[in-house]
């Protein structure tokens, strides 16, 4: 009975209370509001996570973008003892904090122990603090709550932040070796590559050399005729000698003069000599500009000899000249065949007529001989010859074959390289065909850089041939068939282009040396052949000639060409695609 009336009594009593609060005018205590600051947190966590792992992103995705993958493998090493030193850091500032847990707590938040049960007493005295209206005591409470609630989040937050960073640094660092391995792998196949390339081009240059290896056994077999033509050499020595005792004042023969033997051994070993590519050496068959190179190059030092130097390697390469060749040459050629020449003009057996009609082959000949002169080669099979760097003086090459034959750096002299009529050939050559002019053969031929003067290719077929950069002086072109043929950059002075077919020739560059070229040459084409409106004409002075690569040899062309002498410069104003397109057009209307 008595603990119900105590429990009455303690019913009246909060019911008195709370009525007195009710009425009372005074303000009740304040209400202790705990602040959600766990939610509050995490979220901010969250955000700061985000931002950071964007830092992160960026700080290794711009060096990514901007250096190379190279740069980052050479450097992964680096990059790798950075992360794992600021793991270590990482791992020793997490060590500090759980060994010093404590002070810290202490020093920032005023508590050291944080553990739930800790929050039931300062829970339980601000319930009773407010309930017995003691707002001091209450607000104690709850600052006391407070802090415990501020340590235990900030031990959580610590903790989620000791475990993120070490989770992150471990995540960076297994990122970073398995990226490395990938670079690596990357730069393994990169380098696999590169040998597997390697090896591609030393499986071709093993192919070039088996190449070299065969040309150089064909040679090989080549050369075994060498003991033949030495042989004939002597044959035609002994018997030249017996056909001077004739008492003739200039020993000349006829090739029809030797005995049949020989001559069929000639015939035999033209045909049986083959062409083929050999090694050349780095100075054979060297010009005088070459020479003249090393001669001086070597003092260099001296701007003016440095200039030489250069002035005539450049004009070299603007030819498109290259007499100094290192390896194979570069198209097969027969010096077995160009020495059978050499020792017919050796022993002055100067006309081959009897040997072309009986089948005598001279193409791709190697002629060698520094001076071919009064030799008769008409009609003679001469295609893929080489002459290039031979004085060529008084030759007879009229309606011969010479097609790709080359002439360059010649001196092509009072020779004939034109047709010839039909009534001035062997009857056995003429055949039946009935053909009143038998043309020379001279498609393709290269003349660059010649010296052509007072020389005939009149009735000539050369169509396609290259006279670029040669002096042509006092020559007869009457009548030659020049289609596509390039005179580009040449000297030209007394020409005679008279009935010559220009079709799509060109003359871009040439020197001449009258006002009146290009109106000459329209009235002299062949079925205006050659149109004047292509080009104009700049005067530019004797001086500029100098420049030209030949410029110390064009007093063949006259011995009246001095410095007072007028020069002008053929320069190409319309493309020549541009022209055929205008006269299509023209034939349309």
Known sequence: MKQAGDKGNLLDVNRAADKHARMSDEPTSPEIEIPKVLGAGARSTNVWWGVGI????????VPLALVSLDAIIDNALVIFLVLFGLLLLAGAVVIVIIAFRRPILQTVVK????????????????????????????????????????????????????????????????????????????????????????????????????????????????????????EIGSLLGSETTKLAKDGRPAPIFKDEELSQALRSRIIAATNAARPYRYLASPIDRIGESELAVMSIERRADVNKVRDVVQTLRDADAEIGINLVQDGLIDRPTSPERGQIISLLYNNRVLSTGWLTLNGADFSFAEVRVPLLSVINLENAQLRFADFSGVNVNNVQLGAAYMEQTRFI??????????????????????????????????????????????????????????FDYALIGQSDFTNAALAVTTFRNAVIRDVDFTGADFEKSDFDGA???????????????????????????????????????????????????????????????????????????????
Request: proline residues 2%.
């Open 54 to 61: 964007f830092v992160l992103g960026l700080v290794a995705g």
């Open 409 to 466: 750096r010649s001196i092509i002299a009072g020779s004939d390289l034109g047709g010839l009529s039909s009534d001035s050939l062997n009857p056995l050559i003429q055949g039946s065909g009935g053909l009143v002019v038998w043309h020379s053969q001279l498609g393709g031929a290269d003349f660059r850089a010649a010296i052509i003067s007072k020389s005939r290719f009149a009735d000539a077929n050369a169509a396609g041939a290259n």
């Open 111 to 230: 508590r050291s122990e944080v553990e739930m049960e800790r929050f039931a007493r300062p829970m339980a005295e601000v319930a009773k603090h407010a309930a017995a209206q003691r707002v001091a005591e209450a607000t104690e409470a709850a600052r006391e709550l407070g802090e415990l609630m501020l340590a235990r989040y900030a031990w959580v937050a610590t903790r989620r932040w000791m475990v993120a960073t070490i989770t992150a640094f471990i995540a960076s660092i297994a990122a970073l070796a398995g990226s490395a391995l990938l670079f690596q792998q990357n730069q393994l196949l990169r380098t696999q590559i590169g040998l597997m390339q390697q090896q591609n081009d030393r499986f071709s240059d093993q192919n070039a050399l088996f190449l070299q290896q065969i040309e150089l056994g064909d040679a090989q077999r080549s050369a075994g005729i060498v003991p033949e033509i030495l």
């Open 511 to 589: 020197y001449v040396f009258t006002d009146t070229f290009l109106d000459d040459m329209a009235r002299e084409a062949a079925n205006a052949t050659f149109d004047a409106s292509q080009y104009r004409l700049d005067k530019v002075g004797f001086a500029q000639l100098n420049t030209h690569p030949n410029s110390a040899q064009v007093w063949y062309l006259g011995d009246d060409i001095d410095e007072n002498t007028d020069v002008w410069r053929v320069v190409r104003v319309k493309d020549i695609n541009e022209v055929e397109a205008g006269a299509s057009d023209d034939n349309a209307g």
